[in-house]
Nanobody, 118 residues
Framework: VQLQASGGGLVQAGESLRLSCAAS????????MGWYRQAPGKERELVAF???????NYADSVKGRFTISRDNAKNTVNLQMNSLKPEDTAVYYC?????????????WGQGTQVTVSS
């Protein structure tokens, strides 16, 4: 299983970024997918989750600003991040295979850095 994340970068507060994660080696359409992030000195935390039936869950801190989506034809999961804040700065990881949104799956991407300047 390989998860390749892309789309991170340096932006100013209030701007937007779109992260993408391309999956291979799995039957993507039946796998729950998620995005996590880890800021320096903090634990990794769930940002957004999308199930195989497209139900979604979000961390309270990103509700209304971030949107997770999936394209089963392209084996990709995306995270649209709007109205970014400095506290969104972190390494963002794609995750696959969770049973429920409250737990992570066994497969991780390599991470992509998101930096939001004030």
């Amino acid at each position: 299983v390989q998860l390749q994340a892309s789309g991170g970068g340096l932006v100013q507060a209030g701007e937007s970024l779109r992260l993408s994660c391309a999956a291979s080696g799995i039957i993507f359409s039946i796998i729950n997918m998620g995005w996590y992030r880890q800021a320096p000195g903090k634990e990794r935390e769930l940002v957004a989750f999308i199930s195989k039936v497209h139900s979604r869950n979000y961390a309270d801190s990103v509700k209304g600003r971030f949107t997770i989506s999936r394209d089963n034809a392209k084996n990709t999961v995306n995270l649209q991040m709007n109205s970014l804040k400095p506290e969104d700065t972190a390494v963002y990881y794609c995750n696959a295979g969770a049973g429920v949104y409250s737990s992570s799956g066994p497969y991780w991407g390599q991470g992509t850095q998101v930096t939001v300047s004030s």
